[in-house]
């Protein structure tokens, strides 16, 4: 099966900095890989997806790349401010068989400083 | 538009109890996940419903663990007997299709078993 392994397990930067996650993935047939938000106690959330069809996709201070040759995609979030702190997941699926499955990563908490 | 409905939020049961949680996903979605999320860790896939079949179901311990989508809408989730080991918070998702469709998370039940 899929396996998703996610670092850095935490990271600390000052509001303003950038902040990258990197995941790498193990089924080359995994075609679909979203990033998902997760503040204290609430429900993960959908911040950004991308599809094997394309290297990178943007939305405002929030980009994911994807390198299919080397299996591994990262999220980069510009100017943090301290409502980016929250743990970030990424996950891996592959829909060819007509449905998807979701691998997730262990998860990065990610904590901004003012 | 209304979320994935979870109930309850928390439980506490001792182990050997049975406990059943409830999901309602949004309207009209026809994939229904349920997951468990252990502290620090990313959500693993227990099971995927499709309609009212299930599509995957895998990593479900399915000694203890059963869950059912009775005409295709709400699904429940059951445990019995407890574990310790099966403290966790259990979140149920639903996308549209189950394809490479966005998966809405629900709040999530917590479950402490002592």
């Known amino acids: 099966g899929e396996n998703v392994e996610q670092h850095p397990s935490t990271l600390s930067v000052q509001e303003g900095d950038s902040a990258v996650i990197k995941c790498t993935y193990s089924?080359?047939?995994?075609?679909?890989f979203p990033w998902y938000k997760q503040e204290l106690g609430k429900r993960p959330q959908l911040i950004i997806d991308?599809?094997?069809?394309?290297g990178e996709k943007k939305d405002q201070r929030i980009a994911v790349t994807l390198n299919k040759t080397a299996k591994h995609f990262s999220l980069h979030i510009t100017e943090t401010q301290p409502e980016d702190s929250a743990v970030y997941f990424c996950?891996?699926?592959?829909?060819?068989?007509?449905?998807?499955?979701?691998?997730f990563g262990k998860g990065t908490m990610l904590l901004v400083s003012p | 538009e209304a979320g994935v409905a979870q109930s309850p939020r928390y439980k506490i049961i001792e182990k050997r109890q049975s406990v059943a949680f409830w999901c309602n996903p949004i309207?009209?979605?026809?994939?229904l996940y349920w997951y468990q999320q252990i502290l620090g860790q990313g959500p693993k896939l227990l099971i995927q419903?499709?309609?009212?079949?299930?599509?995957?179901d895998s990593q479900l311990p399915k000694d203890r663990f059963s869950a059912e989508r009775l005409k295709g809408v709400d699904s429940t989730l059951k445990i019995q007997p407890a574990k310790l080991e099966d403290s966790a918070v259990y979140l149920c998702a639903s996308s549209s299709s189950g394809r490479t469709d966005t998966q809405y998370f629900g709040p999530g039940t917590r479950l402490t078993v002592l």
């Open positions: 089924d080359s047939a995994s075609n679909y």
């Open positions: 419903f499709q309609n009212n079949g299930v599509v995957d």
């Open positions: 309207s009209g979605h026809a994939t």
């Open positions: 991308i599809r094997s069809n394309v």
């Open positions: 996950a891996a699926s592959n829909a060819n068989s007509g449905y998807s499955t979701l691998t």
